[in-house]
């Protein structure tokens, strides 16, 4: 292999493993996104059943913003399952990558 076609190769490799990292930083951020939409859930479901609660504003707000997104919340699971299952895969093409660039020498 010649000098440039090792220096392609390097270049190439830093920037698959720079684009994995980035994609699976946008992965973890939809996981944590999924996250905080299934807490708001769950406060509104820990709290519909108190009648004291539920004159609040604050309570009437966040059944409004759950209402809202009744379909995202129907397809939550799905999402949630396709979500981890996207950051499991960059995971493994981030470490794989990883292993190519300590077997070049590249840090």
């Known amino acids: 292999m010649t000098t440039d076609a090792m220096i392609d190769q390097k270049k190439n490799l830093l920037w698959d493993y720079q684009q994995a990292e980035e994609h ?3 992965a973890k951020e939809k996981v944590i996104r999924l996250s905080q939409l299934v807490e708001a859930l769950q ?4 709290t519909c059943g108190d009648i004291r609660i539920n004159i609040k504003a604050e309570h009437k707000k966040l059944d409004e913003a759950i209402r809202s997104k009744a379909q995202t919340y129907r397809d939550i699971f799905e999402l949630s399952l396709l979500a981890v299952d996207e950051v499991g895969q960059y995971e493994k093409e981030v470490n794989d990558l990883a292993a190519k660039k300590t077997a070049l020498g590249l840090r």
């Open 43 to 46: 406060k509104w479901l820990a």
């Open 24 to 26: 699976l930083a946008h």
